[in-house]
């Protein structure tokens, strides 16, 4: 299927903003929704809205089918062994910090250590370092090199015996990095650790396959992905999931409950406390439908072919700096000259350009990169040339206005 005929599917796209056609390249914040999935979560309000899991009534069925039914598309796209392994949370935050409530705080003690990257976005971040205040653990940090990339001997030296954690995104929203998760898994294995992989910026992108990877923990949003907000997945292996206790408790998640005991439902449900994200697991199904029908493969290649362009022509730009690695996902975090990012955005804005601007929920980041803020264009499947032509003419545009300032 060729961009255009994608583009088309994404109604959101076909406007005008500030006079201007849109050119939306903020999709590592979130990603636009294309007709499928929007009429899915209006068919389900529409004919099959009810709760799941409870009733004998006809209504309920069809919720729980297509709630359960989207569980099991959720499975296939990453090759999960077992729906059991996939419990439906409110994006990759909630995800992460299910692994680090139920898991982490319940089985690390002192003398503990986590390992994580300074390249994570605060998600990956804050829930660790919580874990490490409440049980004593060590917080430890794989250092990045002067692209900001890791090198699989700096991970051999920081991951040790006392390691019990890796935790790491597959994909850095600011740097575009693509992280080794199959090497570091490996790695962490062989010390006995786990590993917990963001997958906020790789589910959306690349065919994921959680066996081949091996990981013990993928999280993910929905909504980055073409689904709605509020949904997102945490992989989790069987026998880990089983290990940790639940985060929530309330109904839905119990097997039975006595006046001072209770006991818990089997997987995934006893991680889905109280009414869960319905019409959100019926979106995100169709999300899926619609990334398989046009292929995870296609979708990388498209947006790699994005990148090498976006790279080339923005490097073009005098006073332009780009931070990240040569080889990167589809996006480009850049500043230009000494114009604060926000005027930048501010000046694409009105030319319809839609970037983000700020610290990108990556603090420790933006300090290792001597920066407070930068500029970020993200792309997505629905992306063309012309988007980062557009841009680039913008960018242009900001350096004329600001021209005289500097
Ligand atoms: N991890 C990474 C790598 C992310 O990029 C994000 C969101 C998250 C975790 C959190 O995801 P959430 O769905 O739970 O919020 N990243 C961004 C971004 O780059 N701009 O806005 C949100």
């Known amino acids: 299927?060729?961009?255009?005929?994608?583009?088309?599917?994404?109604?959101?796209?076909?406007?005008?903003?500030?006079?201007?056609?849109?050119?939306?390249?903020?999709?590592?914040?979130?990603?636009?929704?294309?007709?499928?999935?929007?009429?899915?979560?209006?068919?389900?309000?529409?004919?099959?809205?009810?709760?799941?899991?409870?009733?004998?009534?006809?209504?309920g069925s069809r919720a729980t089918d297509q709630y359960e039914g989207a569980r099991e598309k959720v499975r296939r796209?990453?090759?999960?062994?077992?729906?059991?392994?996939?419990?439906?949370?409110?994006?990759?935050?909630?995800?992460?910090?299910?692994?680090?409530?139920?898991?982490?705080?319940?089985?690390?003690?002192k003398g503990d250590e986590i390992v994580i990257t300074p390249m994570e976005h605060h998600s990956n971040i804050i829930p660790w370092q919580q874990v490490a205040k409440v049980t004593g653990a060590t917080l430890k940090y794989i250092p990045l090199q002067p692209d900001g990339t890791i090198t699989l001997e700096d991970a051999r030296k920081?991951?040790?015996?006392?390691?019990?954690?890796?935790?790491?995104?597959?994909?850095?929203?600011?740097?575009?990095?693509?992280?080794?998760?199959?090497?570091?898994?490996?790695?962490?294995?062989?010390?006995?650790?786990?590993?917990?992989?963001?997958?906020?910026?790789?589910?959306?992108h690349m065919q994921v396959d959680v066996q081949d990877l091996d990981c013990d923990f993928y999280a993910f949003s929905g909504h980055k992905m073409c689904a709605p907000t509020g949904i997102g997945v945490l992989y989790g292996k069987r026998n880990l999931l089983e290990?940790?206790?639940?985060?929530?408790?309330?109904?839905?998640?119990?097997?039975?409950?006595?006046?001072?005991?209770?006991t818990w439902k089997e997987l995934p449900w006893k991680f889905e406390g109280g009414t869960p994200i319905i019409a959100g697991a019926i979106g995100l199904g169709a999300a899926i439908d619609f990334l398989n029908e046009i292929g995870m493969e296609q979708i990388l290649e498209h947006e790699q072919k994005l990148a090498d362009y976006a790279m080339e022509k923005l490097q073009s730009i005098d006073g332009m700096k780009i931070y990240g690695p040569k080889k990167r996902a589809a996006l480009v975090t850049f500043n230009l000259?000494?114009?604060?990012?926000?005027?930048?955005?501010?000046?694409?804005?009105?030319?319809?350009?839609?970037?983000?601007?700020?610290?990108?929920?990556?603090?420790?980041?933006?300090?290792?990169l001597d920066v407070t803020a930068t500029a970020r264009a993200s792309f997505y499947l629905y992306n063309t040339e012309k988007d980062v032509d557009r841009l680039v003419e913008g960018l242009l545009k900001t350096k004329e206005y600001f021209g005289d300032v500097f």
């Open 1 to 59: 299927m060729d961009t255009i005929a994608i583009r088309q599917m994404f109604p959101i796209l076909n406007q005008e903003v500030n006079g201007h056609p849109l050119v939306y390249l903020d999709s590592s914040a979130t990603s636009q929704k294309p007709v499928s999935v929007i009429e899915a979560v209006e068919r389900y309000y529409r004919q099959d809205n009810s709760n799941v899991h409870r009733g004998v009534h006809t209504l």
């Open 77 to 109: 796209f990453i090759n999960a062994k077992s729906s059991a392994e996939v419990i439906f949370t409110r994006g990759t935050t909630t995800s992460i910090n299910t692994v680090a409530y139920g898991y982490a705080r319940k089985f690390l003690q």
């Open 243 to 262: 290990e940790m206790d639940p985060v929530e408790f309330g109904g839905e998640m119990i097997d039975f409950v006595d006046l001072y005991d209770s």
């Open 337 to 368: 000259d000494d114009v604060h990012p926000h005027d930048v955005s501010t000046v694409l804005d009105a030319e319809g350009i839609a970037i983000r601007a700020g610290h990108h929920c990556a603090q420790p980041l933006m300090k290792w």
């Open 158 to 204: 920081t991951i040790t015996t006392e390691t019990k954690i890796v935790a790491m995104t597959h994909v850095s929203n600011v740097l575009g990095t693509i992280n080794p998760i199959k090497e570091i898994t490996e790695i962490a294995h062989k010390h006995g650790a786990i590993i917990v992989v963001d997958g906020a910026q790789g589910a959306p």
